[in-house]
């Protein structure tokens, strides 16, 4: 069975025949346990990837995102960086009155995908392949306006605000109209909508601004025969049942923030876990057994002939040994 083969029958619940991997790793990894990273690679192979982008037109980006220093993205939003191998904030905002928001220059580079290429490459992997592209919605706006604005625009829901709001979808969805086209298994999202302990708006606030728009970008994915994966930090589980409701097949979250057993309870069999395993505090201190018991809940609780991907993330502070036992385990489930 090839990895796309098996993370399919992940998705679907059809018992694959064993737990699909997926190493996420950030810069901070290369820089500070290149060799660690080099065998847990060599181990743990991957299941999962992300297409090159394969653009033909080159983007208008100034710096480089994970380096100390001053980035520009391609919306022109400027990201401050303090440390090397994370990405930086935005410290102001690139629209900073309703003046400016017919300035507002959308980086049409990212619709010169290569589609011929992107094809060409997932043709030449057994892995299962995720779109490229990078789309945000709540995390671009934010980008734009930066976050504290944002958060007064969507309690004040201005016209300007909604005029906003239908810019970047509007982008999102010919992206993704494009990417939908090629080869790739899946599209992605990545919205990091939770805080600690709680979602960072109301859950009706999200439902009326925010659901409408994901069930576009799902059914999209849908129409052309692909999985919707998604990507979001922090405590969302008032809103899980929705992304479920709206066709949602994978999910990265922060599950350690909420209750795995009861997420495993409430969702087990309808939405696929895309990991994760805790990285706030397991995986940078966490001894041996406590790394062991937390893959065995989040099996435990979340595994029904499928819905589990092995994810996790190799970032600043976690223990390399940590890591590998995370993939050691998984193997042997």
């Known amino acids: 069975m090839t990895s796309r083969e098996l993370v399919k029958k992940t998705l679907k619940f059809e018992k694959p025949d064993r737990i699909p991997r997926h190493l996420w790793t950030l810069p901070w990894a290369y820089d500070n346990f290149l060799h660690e990273l080099a065998d847990l690679q060599k181990k743990f192979p991957d299941d999962i990837c992300v297409a090159p982008s394969y653009l033909k037109q080159t983007l208008p980006t100034k710096g ?13 939003c400027v990201f401050e960086n303090k440390h090397r191998g994370i990405i930086g904030e935005v410290k102001e905002p690139l629209i900073s009155s309703w003046n400016d928001l017919d300035k507002i220059r ?18 030449s992997t057994d892995l299962f392949v995720l779109a490229g592209g990078g789309m945000r919605l709540f995390e671009r706006l934010q980008f734009i306006r930066r976050t504290d604005n944002l958060f007064m625009d969507i309690a004040e829901e201005s016209t300007y605000f909604y005029e906003l709001v239908n810019i970047v979808h509007q982008f999102n969805l010919k992206q993704l109209e494009i ?27 999200w439902r009326k601004i925010f659901k409408p728009l ?3 970008y799902f059914d999209i994915a849908h129409h052309n025969g692909k999985f919707m994966f998604m990507h979001s930090d922090g405590y969302i589980k008032d809103i899980l049942p929705d992304l479920i409701e709206i066709g949602l097949d994978a ?15 409430k969702f087990k069999g309808k ?26 809940l989040v099996k435990s609780s ?12 190799f970032g600043p502070g976690a223990k390399p040994e940590n890591v590998y036992t995370v993939f050691e385990i998984w193997n042997k489930n």
């Open 106 to 123: 959308i980086p049409e580079e990212l619709f010169s995908v290569d589609i011929k290429q992107v094809n060409s490459f997932c043709k």
């Open 179 to 205: 990417w939908m086209k090629t080869d790739v298994d899946a599209a992605m999202i990545s919205d990091d909508w939770g805080s600690q302990r709680s979602l960072l708006i109301a859950p009706d606030t």
């Open 214 to 216: 994901y069930k576009e």
């Open 302 to 313: 979340m595994y029904q002939n499928g819905g589990v991907i092995a994810q996790c993330e």
């Open 64 to 76: 480089e995102p994970y380096a100390e220093g001053i980035y520009v993205d391609e919306w022109g």
């Open 271 to 296: 939405i696929t876990f895309w990991g994760e395993i805790d990285r706030q505090n397991i995986l940078p201190q966490g001894k041996t057994d406590e790394v062991i018991k937390a893959v065995e």
């Open 251 to 265: 999910i990265n979250s922060q599950i350690f923030c909420m209750d795995v057993a009861e997420l495993g309870r």
